[in-house]
């Protein structure tokens, strides 16, 4: 049964990917941000966001371009896309916690479901900024002294 389930997730993903971003190209854009909103809200897996939010910032730039010869900035679309769904995930794991009628959550149950992996992830981001900021040469973009 795991396996259908996780097969249904995997068809739906790609029927999103490939019939959103042209709707929100059709009805949206004029609002890109809104476009990039909906992405978010309506794609359910976390790399099929991020794919639509830029297959939609590519189809709507083209047709704002062509429309009316406004170029807007890259990035956006998606930049809105990835924070709405990690919105969504955030939400939804802490409503999803068991708790009684009128029993606040508490951080403890918050901490156990919380994956790990993460601060991993913040860790060596941050070691990496560390290790950059200490060797400006090696920066792209700057000349070497």
Same mark, same amino acid.
């Given at each position: 049964?795991?396996?259908?389930?996780?097969?249904?997730?995997?068809?739906?993903?790609?029927?999103?990917?490939?019939?959103?971003?042209?709707?929100?190209?059709?009805?949206?854009?004029?609002?890109?941000?809104?476009?990039?909103?909906?992405?978010?809200?309506?794609?359910?897996?976390?790399?099929?966001?991020?794919?639509?939010?830029?297959?939609?910032?590519?189809?709507?730039?083209?047709?704002?371009?062509? #429309?009316?010869?406004?170029?807007?900035?890259?990035?956006?679309?998606?930049?809105?896309?990835?924070?709405?769904?990690?919105?969504?995930?955030?939400?939804?794991?802490?409503? #999803?916690?068991?708790?009684?009628?009128?029993?606040?959550?508490?951080?403890?149950?918050?901490?156990?479901?919380?994956?790990?992996?993460?601060?991993?992830?913040?860790?060596?981001?941050?070691?990496?900024?560390?290790?950059?900021?200490?060797?400006?040469?090696?920066?792209?973009?700057?000349?070497?002294?």
């Amino acid at each position: 049964m795991p396996v259908v389930i996780s097969s249904l997730v995997v068809v739906f993903s790609c029927v999103e990917l490939l019939i959103l971003p042209f709707r929100a190209q059709a009805f949206l854009w004029t609002d890109p941000m809104v476009a990039g909103d909906w992405m978010g809200l309506a794609v359910k897996t976390d790399g099929a966001v991020v794919a639509s939010g830029a297959i939609t910032e590519g189809l709507i730039h083209a047709r704002a371009f062509a #429309a009316t010869g406004v170029r807007y900035t890259d990035g956006w679309i998606v930049g809105t896309t990835s924070p709405v769904k990690v919105f969504i995930d955030l939400f939804s794991g802490v409503w #999803a916690i068991d708790r009684g009628p009128g029993e606040r959550v508490r951080l403890g149950s918050i901490w156990e479901r919380f994956p790990k992996v993460v601060l991993g992830y913040v860790i060596s981001f941050l070691a990496m900024l560390r290790s950059a900021r200490r060797r400006p040469r090696c920066s792209p973009g700057r000349k070497p002294p």
